[in-house]
């Protein structure tokens, strides 16, 4: 038996064998409530599990917005007429496309699914060159005694207040140096700021902190320059270098420690922008 809780307790959406949610025939129309509202087209009915028989029959679709194949079982939708609220949710349709017209979705589906299997496999290959090659530029750039490298990384917002989603992704890494130890020491990050021009502006420290307030008698024994940064904290990215905050759209130098081996993604950032060649 499945249960969801509802408005009035636990509600039992258990599929039976003759609900008319386990026959919907192929091109019915789905529509999800939430997400920017995309819509779906049944290209197949895959049965019920023998396992999973509340579930009932689990159905292949095709996201009509950008052709990618998905699943959706009967228990998790119900017919658009039954929608009461705005909650996030599947619902199915009276709306059926013809059999062409589906087969074309279809075939237009596998094309696509082919074309991205397609871009993953050469860009695992990619990635594996510039693995190889990076490698290389770290035995001869990087001494086996380095316990931690000076990074350079771009990290662009990708916050949406609108959903209060906070977070930056990382365009550009760049490895700036190396550390014979594993202390975040504010001064050594800015001892390597000026190897790239991206991140010399970080060379010297601010007069101010991130109140725009100079140091005084009053408060040396908090006071730090804004831009750095300390947030050795769940969820933090610990100490580092940046002018702005944590999520803003900017350059930050940070020390990346190094445990049993180097991380994959610091070989490819090598290959990618090595400035030790000359």
């Given at each position: 038996m499945i249960y969801r809780i509802g408005a009035d307790g636990l509600e039992n959406i258990s599929v039976t064998e003759d609900d008319n949610k386990n026959n919907l025939p192929v091109g019915t129309i789905l529509q999800l409530n939430g997400y920017d509202n995309p819509r779906y087209v049944i290209i197949k009915n895959l049965g019920v599990h023998e396992r999973y028989r509340s579930h009932g029959a689990r159905y292949m679709t095709v996201k009509l917005d950008d052709y990618t194949f998905s699943q959706h079982d009967a228990f998790s939708m119900n017919h658009i007429d039954t929608k009461k609220d705005n909650r996030i949710h599947m619902y199915y349709t009276s709306e059926v496309m013809p059999e062409d017209k589906v087969l074309e979705i279809w075939e237009k589906a596998k094309l696509v699914e082919q074309q991205k299997k397609e871009a993953k496999e050469k860009a695992e290959k990619i990635a594996a060159e510039k693995k190889a090659r990076g490698r290389k530029l770290f035995e001869k750039h990087i001494p086996p005694e380095a316990q931690a490298l000076i990074v350079a990384k771009c990290e662009r917002d990708d916050c949406d207040l609108q959903t209060d989603y906070f977070a930056t992704s990382t365009t550009a890494t760049v490895i700036l140096g190396w550390s014979k130890h594993k202390r975040d020491l504010f001064s050594e990050m800015?001892?390597?700021?000026?190897?790239?021009?991206?991140?010399?502006?970080?060379?010297?420290?601010?007069?101010?902190?991130?109140?725009?307030?100079?140091?005084?008698?009053?408060?040396?024994?908090?006071?730090?320059?804004?831009?750095?940064?300390?947030?050795?904290?769940?969820?933090?990215?610990?100490?580092?270098?940046?002018?702005?905050?944590?999520?803003?759209?900017?350059?930050?130098?940070?020390?990346?420690?190094?445990?049993?081996?180097?991380?994959?993604?610091?070989?490819?950032?090598?290959?990618?922008?090595?400035?030790?060649?000359?």
């Amino acid at each position: 038996m499945i249960y969801r809780i509802g408005a009035d307790g636990l509600e039992n959406i258990s599929v039976t064998e003759d609900d008319n949610k386990n026959n919907l025939p192929v091109g019915t129309i789905l529509q999800l409530n939430g997400y920017d509202n995309p819509r779906y087209v049944i290209i197949k009915n895959l049965g019920v599990h023998e396992r999973y028989r509340s579930h009932g029959a689990r159905y292949m679709t095709v996201k009509l917005d950008d052709y990618t194949f998905s699943q959706h079982d009967a228990f998790s939708m119900n017919h658009i007429d039954t929608k009461k609220d705005n909650r996030i949710h599947m619902y199915y349709t009276s709306e059926v496309m013809p059999e062409d017209k589906v087969l074309e979705i279809w075939e237009k589906a596998k094309l696509v699914e082919q074309q991205k299997k397609e871009a993953k496999e050469k860009a695992e290959k990619i990635a594996a060159e510039k693995k190889a090659r990076g490698r290389k530029l770290f035995e001869k750039h990087i001494p086996p005694e380095a316990q931690a490298l000076i990074v350079a990384k771009c990290e662009r917002d990708d916050c949406d207040l609108q959903t209060d989603y906070f977070a930056t992704s990382t365009t550009a890494t760049v490895i700036l140096g190396w550390s014979k130890h594993k202390r975040d020491l504010f001064s050594e990050m800015r001892k390597h700021a000026d190897r790239i021009s991206e991140t010399a502006h970080l060379k010297n420290k601010p007069t101010v902190d991130s109140n725009n307030e100079p140091k005084t008698e009053q408060n040396k024994s908090w006071w730090h320059p804004k831009d750095e940064h300390r947030e050795k904290y769940s969820m933090g990215k610990g100490y580092y270098l940046k002018d702005g905050n944590a999520y803003s759209t900017g350059w930050l130098i940070q020390k990346v420690c190094k445990y049993q081996d180097w991380s994959p993604s610091l070989y490819i950032s090598m290959a990618e922008r090595c400035i030790f060649e000359k």
